[in-house]
C-alpha cells in the first residue's frame, strides 16, 4: 500500500503508516536520554535556555546516567513483552536537549551504538538548525550505509523572528531553512517542530509557520500544543497572570487547519503534546492522560469538515520517500 492509497482511507499520514508501509510490522520509537547541553544553556549564545525549556525535554522515567546501551536493551525488552512477543522493529530516537551538539568522535561513539542491535532499523536525532555542522550531517548520513534510516528533527517552533527572540531561541528562521536545505542534500529524512499557542502569537502567526513547513522539503512534523512547566520562566510569566494558554476547542481547531495544510503524503508525526505529570501548571489536556483524548478530537474535527491532510495545502509539491 503507497502513501496516496493510504490517503484514501485516512485522515492524515501518520508515523505507524509510513513505517508498516515501509517494513511491513510495527516499529517502535526508543527514546534514549544522553548527558548533551544546549548552546543557549552553556554560555556559547545563551544562558537559561528556551523560556519553556523543563529539563532538556528528558523524560521521567530516563537518566543520562544509565549507559545508552542499557537504555535501549531494556527499551527493547519492555516493548517485546508489551506487544507478547510479536514481531516488532526499533528506531533509537535521542531526544533529550541537543543531540549533534558535540565532539565528532563522541557523537560516533553514541550513534554507533545503534548498530549493536538487530533489531534497529533506524536513528532519530533532535537537534537545532543552528547544531547542524557539515561534518555532522556527513556522519549520519554514513549511517545509511549502515542500513539504518536516519532522521533529524529540527526545532522550528515558528517562523515569527520576533517569537524567536522572546523564547530565547538564540537562532532565526533563516537558520531553519539553511538547516533543512542542507540536510536533504543528502539521503537524510527531516522532521520539523512547531510551537501552537505561544501568548503573542495570533492564528495567523500559527498558520504563516505551518506554511514555511509546508513550503520546503520536509519530510515530517511534530505539531506542539504550548504547555507551561514549573521552574520556566514561561511559568512564572503564567503564575504573574500574564496570558492564559490556548483553550483545548481552539487547539483542536487549530490543530486541524494545520494538517490539511500540509502535503499529502508528509508525515503527520504528532499533534499532542506532554508535560510531566507532576511539573505541569497549564493546559489540563497536556497530561498524558488526555492523549488519546486531544488525538481523538482532532480526528473528529476532520471528520465533521469532510476533510483531510493535504485538503488546503498552498504548494505544489510532492515528496517522494
Known amino acids: 500500500m503507497n502513501a496516496s492509497t493510504l490517503q484514501k482511507e485516512k485522515l492524515y499520514y501518520s508515523l505507524k503508516d509510513y513505517f508498516l508501509e515501509k517494513y511491513g510490522t510495527r516499529v517502535q520509537k526508543i527514546t534514549v536520554a544522553l548527558p548533551f547541553t544546549c548552546p543557549n544553556i552553556d554560555g556559547t549564545k545563551g544562558r537559561g535556555g528556551c523560556i519553556y525549556c523543563y529539563a532538556g525535554s528528558i523524560p521521567p522515567n530516563l537518566t543520562p546516567a544509565k549507559p545508552l546501551k542499557q537504555q535501549i536493551e531494556e527499551a527493547i525488552l519492555r516493548y517485546k513483552r508489551r506487544f507478547k512477543n510479536k514481531k516488532v522493529l526499533f528506531t533509537v530516537y535521542y531526544q533529550s536537549y541537543t543531540n549533534t551538539y558535540g565532539d565528532i568522535d563522541y557523537l560516533k561513539s553514541i550513534y554507533d551504538v545503534a548498530l549493536e542491535f538487530d533489531e534497529v532499523v533506524g536513528i532519530d536525532v533532535g537537534t537545532r538548525p543552528d547544531c547542524a555542522p557539515e561534518e555532522v550531517l556527513d556522519l549520519l548520513a554514513g549511517y545509511t550505509d549502515k542500513g539504518l ?155 465533521r469538515r469532510n476533510s483531510r491532510q493535504g485538503s488546503r495545502c498552498p504548494f505544489n509539491r510532492h515528496i517522494a520517500f
Request: charged letters at 30%; aromatic letters at 10%.
Open 149 to 303: 534510516e536516519v532522521w533529524v528533527e529540527y526545532g522550528l517552533q515558528s517562523a515569527n523572528f520576533e517569537s524567536l527572540k522572546k523564547i530565547n531561541r538564540q537562532h532565526g528562521v533563516s537558520d531553519f531553512v539553511d538547516a533543512v536545505l542542507r540536510t536533504k542534500k543528502r539521503p537524510l529524512k527531516v522532521t520539523a517542530h512547531i510551537i501552537v499557542g505561544l501568548p503573542w502569537e495570533t492564528e495567523e502567526d500559527f498558520y504563516e509557520t505551518a506554511k514555511m513547513v509546508a513550503a520546503l522539503p520536509i519530510d515530517g512534523l511534530k505539531i506542539h500544543p504550548l504547555y507551561i512547566m514549573e521552574h520556566t520562566k514561561l511559568g512564572e510569566m503564567y503564575k504573574r497572570g500574564e496570558f492564559q494558554p490556548l483553550p483545548l476547542e481552539k487547539y483542536v481547531k487549530i490543530a486541524a487547519d494545520i494538517i490539511e495544510m500540509m502535503p499529502p503524503n508528509m508525515i503527520i508525526m504528532r499533534f499532542t503534546a506532554e508535560g510531566h505529570d507532576d511539573k505541569l501548571l497549564a493546559p489540563e489536556y497536556c497530561r498524558p492522560s488526555w492523549k488519546n483524548k486531544v488525538k481523538q478530537m482532532v480526528e473528529q474535527e476532520l471528520l
